[in-house]
């Protein structure tokens, strides 16, 4: 996997918050699994499971993005323990990111059920899973993506009426034709050719530098995309720019209909707009003390995702909960 990929970093971190509550990391190479014979495959599996024994619990953070295959031989290995309890973390349906991908459904929830306990990104996801075949019944809500960062690193802007926007314009292309006044903060490594005005063309950031730079240019955080079927996804997936500028302190703005809509409305931590219109609307109207309190509620809210308590508590309350009848 791409060392910069969002997958990557959310998979790691979670790895990492593990490590911290004395989990022990199967780790997981990602390569073209389909050169390997079966005897490789299998000496592989055993090697990822060495240190398993009867009785663990395991977490299966989904998918491997190795093939699907990969990830069932992998189960299937770990299901040979007796006792073993297995809590599979949907990080990401690939039947659902791209419609070409589409006829992989059945098999994924089939994999899923296979699984004692599901950490599911939203209750649009499970709902949606269960209409397609999900049989598992224990299961908790992630809500969001952490982004662990010491808050000393943040600075604290007053400016309001800027977006910011982390995000690839190949894979977001309403950014190459973005033509509002409103300037727009773009971290990716290329910038849209021609580049319009109004874009500020940042480049690609480490995580920590990211976060610097959007708590420095302040405004808003961006979270939207070209629609279609993309968009289907979001109101079920959690998009992770949208733990990075709430980590960072920044207000955002989303798509009506994403899956964490109520959080955010709930604890004033943006605008749930339809267009890019309104947005550019509701900031323009939105008085400087509203501006203030947004970004004070952001702040305080920041907390939990600095500190990994969202994946703290999935975690955590997944043990609890698969021990129980
Ligand atoms: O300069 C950058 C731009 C993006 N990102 C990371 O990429 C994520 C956004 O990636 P993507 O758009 O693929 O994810 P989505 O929000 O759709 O899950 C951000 O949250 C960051 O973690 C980064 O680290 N540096």
Known sequence: ???????????????????????????????????DTPEQLSGRLDGIIAALEAGDIVFFQSPSWNSLKFDQALLSRIRLYPEVKVITIIHDVRA?????????????????NRADFLIVPSQNMYDF????????????????????????????????????????????????????DLPLHLF????????????????????????????????????????????????????????????????????????????????NLGFVVETIDEAIQKIAEQSPADYAQMKADTKKFAKLLQNGYFTRRSLTDAIYQVLQK
């Open 96 to 112: 659902l990111m791209f419609e070409t991908n589409r006829y992989l459904l059945e098999e994924t929830i089939a994999f899923y």
């Open 1 to 35: 996997m791409a060392k910069n990929s969002t997958a990557r970093i959310a998979q790691n971190m979670v790895a990492q918050i593990g490590k911290e509550l004395d989990f022990n990391e199967m780790g997981i190479y990602c390569y073209r699994d389909s050169t």
């Open 188 to 267: 990716a490594k290329d910038a849209p050719d021609p580049k319009p005005a109004n874009l500020i063309h940042e480049g690609w950031k480490n995580s920590q530098e990211l976060l610097t730079q959007l708590s420095k240019n302040g405004g808003f955080g961006l979270v939207w995309n070209d629609g279609g079927y993309t968009f289907e996804y979001t109101s079920k997936y959690i998009a992770f720019k949208l733990g990075t500028y709430l980590a960072a302190g920044l207000p955002v703005i989303v798509p009506k209909g994403i899956s964490n809509e109520e959080l955010i409305l709930k604890n």
């Open 129 to 180: 899973l269960c209409e397609h075949g999900l049989t598992v019944k224990k299961y908790l809500v992630q809500h969001l993506w952490d982004q662990p960062v010491d808050p000393l690193t943040l600075y604290d802007s007053p400016t309001q009426k800027v977006l910011n926007f982390a995000g690839d314009p190949q894979k977001f292309t309403f950014v190459n034709d973005w033509n509002y």
